[in-house]
C-alpha cells in the first residue's frame, strides 16, 4: 500500500505538533517506554513514535485512543464533559430537519455538478 502525501494546513499542523508533545509528556510521566505504551495501544512502536512527531498518517481513533490511555483530555474537556457535549450534539442534530442531516452523496466538495 502507498501512504498518501497529506498536505496540513499550519494550524493543523501546529495542532498535531501540540497533541504529540502532550501525549509524549503524559507518557514520560507515567513512566511509560514507547514499547509499553504501544502495547497497551495495541499498536506499533512506530506509531506511537508518530503520534508524539505529530505525523498526519495515523488515524484519529488510534491518537484519541492514545490520548485517553495517557490521561491528556481532548479539546480541553475530561471524558464526562466530553461525554455531555457529544449528547448536547446530538440533541442539536437531532432538532436539524432529516433532509438536512443526511449527506448528499450527488456533491462533490459542495458543489454540483
Do not use: Y
Not at 494546513?9 to 514520560?28: C, F, I, N, W, Y
Not at 503520534?51 to 488515524?59: A, D, K, W
Not at 443526511?102 to 459542495?110: E, N, S, V, Y
Amino acid at each position: 500500500m502507498t501512504k498518501r502525501t497529506i498536505t496540513l494546513s499550519r494550524p493543523s499542523a501546529d495542532a498535531l505538533a501540540v497533541l504529540g508533545q502532550q501525549l509524549h509528556e503524559a507518557r514520560a510521566d507515567k513512566g511509560w517506554s514507547v514499547i509499553d505504551t504501544a502495547g497497551r495501544l495495541g499498536v506499533d512502536p512506530r506509531t506511537v513514535r508518530a503520534i508524539e512527531q505529530g505525523l498526519p498518517t495515523v488515524s484519529i481513533g488510534t491518537v484519541f485512543n492514545a490520548a485517553f490511555l495517557l490521561g491528556v483530555n481532548l479539546f480541553g474537556l475530561d471524558s464526562h464533559e466530553l461525554a455531555e457535549a457529544r449528547r448536547r450534539g446530538e440533541a442539536t442534530l437531532a432538532l436539524l430537519p432529516s433532509r438536512m442531516r443526511q449527506a448528499k452523496r450527488d456533491r462533490f466538495d459542495g458543489i454540483d455538478f
